[in-house]
């Protein structure tokens, strides 16, 4: 059962092991809603993300002889490195099963903190399954990611922290995957003041909690797709669902396409790295019908690979038509080139590719394709290239842009 008196205890438990993630007032967030928006940047924390909270407070609860035979988890991301830090801090042995795709650098990090790393099926839940198993076979206490009542407990330390700093916040926005952060912040938040509004977000893509509440009980999706990995589950805990049920206000979903524009907003005017699932709360501010409100998005994470990042970048600037790509058709002969260059040019624009296709038509002195990538500042620079283009003759056409 979720106590206040176990939240107290959490709360100077997790101090240990827990970086100080004060709220930053954004300014940009607050201009673009109409509200006075905090961020509860838990990204900071040493393994990443918030997990370590949850994790550690478990771990504290177990008798010596629990830790003397280890614990076990199954994670591809952020609660694996928890458990792995949490127990080294402890002195406890840990095991923890990941699957086979999970990426070197999130395996190596587990093992810096020395987890005993496993690697173990395609997908989640045959990592899981094979931890299960494990635990049965050598005593292991399994900790599970987010369906415990101990984790939830250590994550609701964030309301906490939040509340004792901004004791008047109206409305505190956390990402939803599983449900263990929303069950710890939603229940601390309202045994402390019930006029806080605690809204889950979801994936639309993973949106598990949110079919599970219109259902009355935990459903199982049928697949997940969203970039939002952190926050991919079929099905919310089971033990954890008759809090949300009571203390949860409601659930906002979230596209992807939302998440890579939240990015972008991040990284320019906060400096922050953030991974899909942590930007969650960013993105739903804009679904958020309220103004003039004190609200907190708490930034869940930060672990997100180079290679993701550098696609979520392009993919943002091409959304932003801070890069887009022209066709135009222009005759095969010496100095074509140069005069739609030129034009470009004159407006500022910066080529960044050129495709040349003569193929296009069987009359090559008539056409070819010339498909041009090029930088600029924005939708109203963009558009002023493209009338440029138009003035001299061509007929541009803005197509997909392929970097």
């Given at each position: 059962m979720l106590t206040l008196e176990k939240f107290e205890e959490a709360s100077e438990l997790v101090k240990k092991v827990t970086q100080e993630t004060k709220l930053v007032y954004s300014k940009y967030l607050s201009d673009q809603t109409g509200n006075r928006v905090y961020l509860k940047p838990e990204n900071m924390q040493a393994t990443g993300a918030y997990k370590i909270r949850g994790?550690?407070?478990?771990?504290?609860?177990?008798?010596?002889?629990?830790?003397?035979?280890?614990?076990?988890?199954?994670?591809?991301?952020n609660h694996a490195q928890g458990v792995a830090y949490a127990a080294q801090e402890l002195g406890a042995k840990a095991v923890v099963v990941m699957p086979t795709t999970t990426p070197l650098m999130k395996v190596n990090r587990t093992k810096s903190y020395g987890a005993e790393v496993i690697l173990h099926g395609d997908v989640y839940d045959e990592a899981c399954e094979y931890a299960y198993k494990l635990a049965e076979e050598h005593g292991y206490t399994f900790i599970h990611p987010f369906d415990d009542l101990g984790?939830?407990?250590?994550?609701?330390?964030?309301?906490?922290?939040?509340?004792?700093?901004?004791?008047?916040?109206?409305?505190?926005?956390?990402?939803?995957?599983?449900?263990?952060?929303?069950?710890?912040?939603?229940?601390?938040?309202?045994?402390?003041?019930?006029?806080?509004?605690?809204?889950?977000?979801?994936?639309?893509?993973?949106?598990?909690?949110?079919?599970?509440?219109?259902?009355?009980?935990?459903?199982?999706?049928?697949?997940?797709?969203?970039?939002?990995?952190?926050?991919?589950?079929?099905?919310?805990?089971?033990?954890?669902?008759?809090?949300l049920q009571k203390n949860l206000d409601g659930i906002l979903t979230v596209q992807d396409d939302e998440l890579i524009v939240a990015f972008l907003d991040m990284v320019e005017n906060h400096k922050m790295i953030v991974e899909n699932s942590g930007l969650l709360t960013v993105a739903a501010l804009k679904h958020l019908d309220v103004k003039n409100k004190k609200i907190v998005s708490v930034l869940s994470g930060g672990n997100m690979d180079v290679?993701?990042?550098?696609?979520?970048?392009?993919?943002?600037?091409?959304?932003?038509?801070?890069?887009?790509?022209?066709s135009v058709l222009l005759p095969d002969k010496p100095g074509e080139l140069v005069r739609v260059s030129s034009v470009v040019a004159?407006?500022?624009?910066?080529?960044?590719?050129?495709?040349?296709?003569?193929?296009?038509?069987?009359?090559?002195?008539?056409?070819?394709?010339?498909?041009i990538t090029m930088e600029a500042f924005g939708t109203e620079h963009k558009n002023e290239i493209v009338q440029a283009l138009e003035e001299q003759g061509y007929k541009p056409r803005v197509i997909r842009a392929n970097l």
């Open positions: 994790a550690y407070y478990r771990i504290s609860t177990l008798t010596e002889e629990e830790r003397r035979r280890g614990m076990i988890t199954a994670s591809a991301g984790v939830a407990t250590g994550q609701g330390t964030i309301a906490m922290e939040i509340i004792k700093e901004l004791p008047l916040v109206d409305y505190i926005l956390v990402p939803v995957g599983g449900g263990g952060l929303a069950t710890g912040v939603s229940t601390l938040a309202k045994m402390l003041n019930p006029n806080i509004k605690v809204i889950g977000v979801e994936p639309a893509g993973a949106n598990c909690l949110q079919a599970s509440l219109e259902a009355g009980e935990p459903v199982m999706l049928p697949g997940v797709n969203t970039i939002a990995d952190g926050t991919a589950v079929k099905r919310p805990g089971e033990k954890i669902f008759p809090y290679i993701t990042m550098s696609s979520v970048v392009q993919f943002g600037l091409i959304q932003r038509d801070r890069i887009f790509t022209v004159q407006k500022q624009g910066n080529v960044i590719k050129l495709d040349h296709n003569q193929f296009v038509s069987t009359n090559r002195n008539k056409a070819v394709e010339l498909k």
